[in-house]
């Protein structure tokens, strides 16, 4: 089985700082695209930023410059480093990562984490 386990949110103050980071365990044969998303009370789920195992890079608009994605690929995790962050910044961050797990012949599987709460406070 895999598993994607993320790091703690928290309560933060607008313009402050946070690091979120997800691991990825178990029968993994490779990683492709990892990324992260949120959800907000009452809105849709929507990509903040991902990142190709090669490293490219890829933002929402509303992140672009505050925000950025990296991942470690020796330790199968993704990180994301939130700089000056907004109120509106409020939601459940969730990563996502595209696995093939077990053989090169198994297919490609989007599996999710958890989630956590970032609160941006005034």
């Known amino acids: 089985q895999v598993q994607l386990v993320e790091s703690e949110g928290g309560l933060v103050q607008a313009g402050g700082s946070l690091t979120l980071s997800c691991a990825a365990s178990g029968s993994i044969f490779s990683i492709n695209a990892m990324g992260w998303f949120r959800q907000a009370p009452g809105k849709q789920r929507e990509l903040v930023a991902s990142?190709?195992?090669?490293?490219?890079?890829n933002y929402a608009d509303s992140v672009k410059g505050r925000f950025t994605i990296s991942r470690d690929n020796a330790k199968n995790t993704v990180y994301l480093q939130m700089n000056s962050l907004k109120p509106e910044d409020t939601a459940v961050y969730y990563c996502n990562a595209d696995i093939k797990s077990g053989s090169i012949w198994a297919p490609v599987q989007g599996y999710w984490g958890q989630g956590t709460q970032v609160t941006v406070s005034f």
């Open positions: 990142i190709t195992s090669g490293g490219s890079t």
